[in-house]
């Protein structure tokens, strides 16, 4: 189940928001070696994911973006859900440049994303980031 809303709110904010439900509905495996198999691989797929974005176009070429993120907790391996905050402001400066400001992950220090099994490794963390990025245009 999924349900995205693309709702241009005036002229000059546009929101967002996505709800996703996975339901994974597969027979039920009489040997035991597979259904484990099975039900390993269900628990690697977050269940719900959510967000939220936004888009403001400010006057004299500013523009603000934000996006909220959730995702539910994985089963197998363990990863926790979390929550994400991204902001990103930006200036044009003419037809061809732009410089903005980003922030990544501004809810947490770090939150885990992923665990490798196929290789022994260490848990893959996403940190928090803030990133000055100028584009031209040409």
């Known amino acids: 189940f999924e349900l995205v809303v693309d709702w241009q709110i005036g002229s000059d904010w546009r929101i ?7 339901y994974l509905s597969s ?4 040997d035991p070696a597979a259904a484990a198999a099975q039900n390993e691989l269900e628990g ?3 269940r719900h994911r959510a967000s939220l974005r936004s888009s403001w176009t400010l006057s004299n070429g500013h523009q603000f973006d934000l996006w909220l ?5 994985l089963d197998n391996p363990a990863v926790p859900a979390y929550t994400v905050l991204d902001l990103r402001y930006a200036v044009r400066l003419g037809k061809q ?9 501004l809810l947490d220090k770090r939150h885990m994303e992923f ?3 196929s290789l ?4 893959s963390e996403i940190g928090r980031s803030l990133m000055l990025k100028g584009t031209w245009r040409f």
């Open 16 to 22: 967002q928001p996505s709800y996703s439900r996975l």
């Open 69 to 73: 993120k959730y995702v539910s907790l």
């Open 44 to 46: 690697r797929v977050p």
């Open 115 to 117: 665990v490798a099994d």
């Open 27 to 30: 027979p039920r495996l009489a």
């Open 97 to 105: 440049a732009e410089v903005a400001l980003i922030g990544q992950n």
């Open 120 to 123: 022994p490794s260490q848990p």
